[in-house]
């Protein structure tokens, strides 16, 4: 008998209420919003609006001008890192974890060689990264000087060549809260006045990803980086840790000391932004989302907000604004029982307490959406 069959057995509810307690959405902390973002590892931030919105669910006290503050202090930047998505990190984070994909950006580049034909993959970093270092570049300004030496390549491949070779932040104004500004670009090192760590070991963020994802198996954290090998890391880590196995016998790793709650354990709904790393940060995702509502926060590459429930997926959510009034519309996937509801509404004001600048707000229920 191996090791792994004899070792505990965690359900579905019970990795629901260790991941909810990691991830901040079981209680609201009291961390700052730097804090928060380290301790996460993180916030996926396709669009501006979704880190605000992850750590208005999370945070005790949270005020979004705080994290707009740090990103204009260059304390916190927006990257392409895990998955090869925007994310929102700390500037040591940046530094670290850029390097540690970097192998996979550059295997992203296999699929449009084709539109790279000719092309001089170090030469075109050597250029992109004197254009953007010599003032922060939209990617319509790299495309067009990068087509002036290479005429008959592919333009997108062109810009993905220099986003994948080199680790481009977004500028300021770009993510603050309440700010406009397009997608404008220079290097990390540039914009944070110091250069990346080597390309690490993964086993320090092995132990962040369990701190903040965990219990987990290694299919899960290669699906939130993005990366493949890890079995190796896991290893070398393995007298430091615990294992666990999940109902379908899949062998699961934790931090000795992590929170583990009562399966039973009260979750309080919780209204999360599209892309929310809660949901995208596992091979199974049955901790969160059940068999019932599975693919139901996404069509096609969109993602819908998404409402939480007793800890697990049950419905998607949307805001209308004006200067006037703000409308949040709540569309279940099955029937809410009234104390659910109130709950929900109670969330609601208090997420548009803190993000809404409209006069007055009105929290509605939509029609339940079946599958």
Same mark, same amino acid.
């Given at each position: 008998m191996t090791k792994t069959s004899t070792a505990p057995v965690l359900s579905a509810r019970a990795l629901n209420r260790a991941t909810l307690d990691r991830q901040l959405? &079981? +209680?609201?902390?009291?961390?700052s919003a730097t804090d928060a973002v380290e301790h996460l590892v993180g916030l996926q931030a396709q669009n501006v609006k979704p880190p605000y919105y992850a750590l208005a669910a999370r945070l005790e006290g949270f005020d979004p001008e705080e994290l707009s503050a740090v990103m204009g202090a260059r304390e916190v930047v927006r990257i392409v890192t895990m998955r090869s998505t925007i994310h929102t990190h700390t500037a040591d984070d940046c530094l670290i974890l850029r390097p540690l994909v970097q192998a996979a950006r550059e295997r992203e580049l296999y699929g449009f060689r084709k539109g790279l034909v000719g092309v001089d993959l170090d030469r075109l970093a050597v250029i992109s990264r004197e254009l953007v270092e010599a003032e922060p570049r939209t990617m319509k300004q790299l495309r067009e000087a990068l087509l002036a030496e290479w005429p008959d390549a592919d333009p997108l491949a062109l810009t993905v060549a220099a986003r994948c070779r080199l680790p &481009? !932040?977004? !500028? *300021? %104004? +770009?993510?603050?809260?309440? +700010? /406009?500004?397009? !997608?404008? &670009? *220079?290097?990390? @090192?540039h914009w944070l006045g110091r250069p990346a760590a080597p390309v690490p070991a993964p086993d320090d963020t092995v132990l962040r990803y369990l701190a903040a994802f965990g219990p987990a198996s290694v299919k899960d954290m290669q699906t939130w980086a993005g990366l493949t090998r890890l079995r190796e890391a896991f290893e070398r880590l393995r007298p430091r840790l615990i294992t666990f196995r999940d109902e379908n016998g899949v062998e699961l790793f934790d931090l000795p000391d992590a929170p583990r709650p009562d399966p039973d354990t009260p979750a309080p709904p919780r209204l999360l932004p599209e892309f929310d790393n809660l949901l995208l940060s596992h091979a199974d995702r049955s901790r969160v989302v059940p068999a019932a509502h599975k693919g139901r926060s996404w069509q096609g590459n969109q993602a819908y907000? *998404?409402?939480l429930v007793d800890g697990f997926l049950r419905g998607v959510w949307r805001l209308e604004e004006s200067r006037d009034r703000a409308v949040l519309t709540v569309e279940p996937f099955? %029937?809410?029982?009234?104390?659910? +509801?109130?709950?929900?509404? @109670? @969330?609601?004001?208090?997420?548009? /307490? !803190? &993000?809404? *600048?409209?006069?007055?707000?009105?929290i509605r229920f939509g029609t339940v959406v079946r599958a």
């Open positions: 959405l &079981l +209680r609201r902390a009291d961390l &481009l !932040v977004q !500028v *300021t %104004p +770009r993510g603050m809260w309440g +700010r /406009s500004g397009q !997608v404008t &670009l *220079t290097t990390a @090192e907000r *998404t409402l099955d %029937p809410l029982t009234e104390g659910e +509801r109130d709950q929900i509404v @109670e @969330e609601g004001q208090r997420m548009l /307490s !803190v &993000l809404s *600048t409209a006069a007055s707000y009105d």
